[in-house]
């Protein structure tokens, strides 16, 4: 059992070029978010998907776009990188289409923006 | 506006000390309240929760009460071992997801 898995694990990018992360989930979960993580930053969250066809904004989603393509996959895309979206990104997923249900999450990928 | 507040890493501890992990949040609401713990180079990972106030969550030997007297949800553990070094996040889930900066905690052999 995969359960939630992000490509790529490592990308360098240079200012101004356009790229999408992928995440899939095989857990047949209803909800899935876009977390970065930074140093002395914990956790924010970018989107998220609380159902199949539905998207919404969370903390910080300037310069980022989703796609929730199926029930499996969510995938983010940065349409001309910024050297302040160098940061180690997570995609999560959970049951239901609640907040309050434990969250899974893939082992990251980490993007730099030269 | 809501917030999760944690002790400042990082601490370090001596294998078999007791560890406390302080954690506390903004008392708006009905929140359920998590322990996420990461590994280096990993995810996060569901280590306990609690859903309501006097609630105990329990995992791996960590425990965690929901005190809503205090709005805390410190993270405890009687004896620690060198495989606990991680970082560890405190996490308030309802109409919103938030996360504490997190706190990395060493284990000396």
């Known amino acids: 059992n995969a359960g939630v898995t992000q490509t790529p694990k490592f990308q360098v990018l240079k200012t101004g070029q356009s790229m999408t992360l992928q995440c899939a989930q095989d857990m047949n979960h209803n909800s899935m978010y876009w977390y970065r993580q930074d140093p002395g930053m914990g956790l924010r969250l970018i989107y998220y998907?609380?159902?199949?066809?539905?998207?919404d904004k969370g903390e910080v989603p300037n310069g980022y776009n989703v796609s929730r393509l199926n029930k499996r996959e969510f995938s983010l895309r940065l349409e001309s990188a910024a050297p302040s979206q160098t940061s180690v990104y997570f995609c999560?997923?959970?049951?239901?289409?609640?907040?309050?249900?434990?969250?899974?999450f893939g082992d990251g990928t980490r993007l730099s923006i030269l | 506006g809501n917030s999760v507040t944690q002790m400042e890493g990082p601490v370090t501890l001596s294998e078999e000390a007791f560890l406390t992990i302080n954690c506390t949040y903004t008392?708006?609401?009905?929140?359920?309240l998590f322990w996420y713990v990461q590994y280096p180079g990993e995810g996060l990972q569901l280590l306990l929760k609690?859903?309501?106030?006097?609630d105990k969550g329990s995992n791996k030997g960590f425990e965690a009460t929901y005190r809503k007297e205090t709005t805390s949800f410190h993270l405890e553990k009687g004896s620690v071992q060198v495989s606990d070094s991680a970082v560890y996040f405190c996490a308030r889930q309802d109409d919103k997801i938030i996360f504490g900066k997190g706190t990395r905690l060493h284990i000396l052999p």
């Open positions: 609690a859903t309501k106030a006097d």
């Open positions: 999560a997923s959970s049951e239901g289409s609640f907040f309050n249900q434990p969250q899974h």
């Open positions: 008392a708006t609401g009905y929140p359920s």
């Open positions: 998907s609380a159902s199949e066809g539905t998207t």
